[in-house]
């Protein structure tokens, strides 16, 4: 609460997302052997838990988070699957590169692209389209449906469901790389 107030614009909620939003944002992973997954915009972790209590032992969670107080409270998770860059998901080639990561298989965000600037919004999905599988997913949570064109733009596709058991009532977006 007090990080969202300093920063709403950047924090863009006031409550971390419910147990029922993040089992609609991790629903869509198929938790096999090997995969990576990026994670932007962690917060203090509440999805980052959840992912890493379901993934296999030889699978990668990258999360990108700017806020250095969540970065506190994440660089606390010890797990060797586990990889924390307190930078901006702006970055995320750059930081794909230096890990010698080609490909990855899931988004999971909750960046406010809604009140982030347009031009950094189309950079960052551009960005996670440009390293996903054919057949990944790029996973983002809003509340409401205003940049729902941009998904589609980028990736052709884009599926909406509606999560009303959250704080404010949220929508899960799902766009697959064809
Ligand atoms: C809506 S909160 C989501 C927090 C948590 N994942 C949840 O679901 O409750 C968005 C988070 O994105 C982070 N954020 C905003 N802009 C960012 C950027 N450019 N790169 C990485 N993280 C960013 C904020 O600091 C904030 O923690």
Known sequence: MRESLRDIKTVGTLTPSSRHLCESMIRHIDFENGITIVELGAGDGVITHQLLSKMP????????????????????????????IDDT??????????????????????????????????????????????????????????????????????????VPLNLPPAFVFVSEKI
């Open 89 to 162: 998901a702006e970055k995320l080639d750059d930081y794909l590169n230096q890990l010698h990561i080609d490909h990855i298989d899931y988004v999971i965000s909750a960046l406010p692209f809604t009140s982030l600037p347009r031009t950094l919004g189309i950079n960052i999905v551009k960005q996670c389209y440009q390293h996903l599988n054919k057949g990944g997913l790029f996973v983002q949570m809003h509340y409401s449906l205003f940049t729902k064109r941009l998904y589609k733009k980028i990736f052709g596709n884009v599926d909406v469901c509606f």
């Open 57 to 84: 032992v030889d699978s990668r969670l990258i999360v990108f988070e700017v806020n250095e107080k969540f970065c506190r409270t994440l660089r606390q998770i010890h797990d060797p699957r586990f990889i924390l």
